[in-house]
């Protein structure tokens, strides 16, 4: 029914092929993840919350794994998944501007209210003329900040970061850039070529490697109080960079946006700007690089990864590269 409405309206039928793919595809994916969160509530009401975060790794692990897609196809798909219904509660958030900005960085805000335009149409419900009403005062708002459709730009990095990350900061504010030096932080799957990359591209810095020590200290990766300690002493290696005002490197597989978010308020604490730089390859050569490797991971645990892998987006830092191999 979804699907049925979104070809259906005019705007879809406006837009390139390549475009209507991505949409298309969303609309199938959006609840997917509805299977393993709904819920009957006491009162009878029938929720399933968190079930676009969740539904975004899954649209990620099958367009990664399964149905070979190109990065930045398979990325603008798994974002529409997550964000699907902002425009319907962007004006309960704490400040529905900021969410709207920090949504445009992500996804394209127009695709957005297209595909929440036709879920709405695509339900038997009696307040359908309210919910559009809801998507067209999100567009408005889109519009109004100049993100409908396109990124928000900001004067440079800096001052992107500093919108996003504090409360009171206005959009055009541009802060004073008190940064003392960079931090590499890499991210991916074992196997994606996160080392090879470090070498290539930053032969002169210094690195901290979490499987260098973790080698060193002969700690299994699956010591979860081992890993512990390898973390702590990385820290304690990166706080001695940090103290001299030294850019280096942090490597390790920083998967997930709540291990960087505690790693990034550690470096920015100290004066660091980072720079995060995402690296990929197609999940077979993934498979063939990582059994390739001296130290091999075992294919449970990068499978395993992988339906947890939350790609970095560009509010997380203020810089974020992705080498995707295809």
């Given at each position: ?163 996003l990350q504090r409360k009171e900061s206005g959009v ?155």
């Amino acid at each position: 029914m979804v699907t049925e409405a979104l070809i259906g309206l005019d705007e879809f039928k406006m837009l390139n092929e390549q475009d209507q793919h991505i949409l298309f595809a969303s609309a199938l994916l959006h609840d997917v993840e509805k299977r393993s969160t709904t819920v009957i509530e006491d009162d009878g009401r029938i929720t399933s919350k968190g079930h676009a975060k969740k539904g975004e790794l899954t649209a990620r692990n099958i367009l990664y794994t399964e149905v070979e897609t190109p990065f930045f196809i398979r990325e603008a798909i798994a974002k529409l998944v997550r964000h699907h219904g902002l425009p319907l509660w962007v004006f309960e958030k704490e400040d529905p501007v900021k969410a709207a900005i920090s949504a445009s960085l992500e996804v394209s805000t127009m695709h957005l209210s297209l595909l929440a335009q036709a879920d709405i149409l695509g339900r038997v419900c009696p307040d359908k003329d309210e919910l559009l009403y809801k998507i067209e005062l999100f567009s408005e708002l889109c519009r109004e900040h100049d993100c409908f459709g396109k990124a928000k730009q900001f004067r440079d990095n800096i001052s992107k970061f500093f919108y996003l990350q504090r409360k009171e900061s206005g959009v055009d504010f541009v802060p004073f850039n008190d940064t003392k030096f960079e931090v590499i932080m890499m991210a991916g799957i074992p196997g994606a070529g996160k080392d090879t990359y470090v070498k290539k591209h930053f032969p002169d810095l210094p690195v901290v490697s979490l499987d260098d020590i973790r080698r060193r200290l002969k700690i299994d990766p699956t010591d979860s109080k081992g890993n512990g300690t390898v973390i702590q002493e990385a820290k304690e290696a990166a706080k001695v960079y940090m103290r001299a005002r030294k850019s280096f490197v942090w490597n390790a597989t920083n998967i997930t946006r709540s291990m960087r978010e505690q790693l990034i308020d550690l470096f920015t604490s100290y004066g660091g700007r980072v720079k995060i730089i995402y690296v990929e390859v197609p999940y077979k050569v993934l498979l063939k690089q990582n059994e390739n490797r001296e130290y091999a991971v075992p294919l449970n645990v990068i499978q395993k990864m992988i339906q947890k892998l939350e790609v970095p987006s560009a509010v997380e830092a203020q810089e974020v590269l992705y080498e995707a191999g295809f």
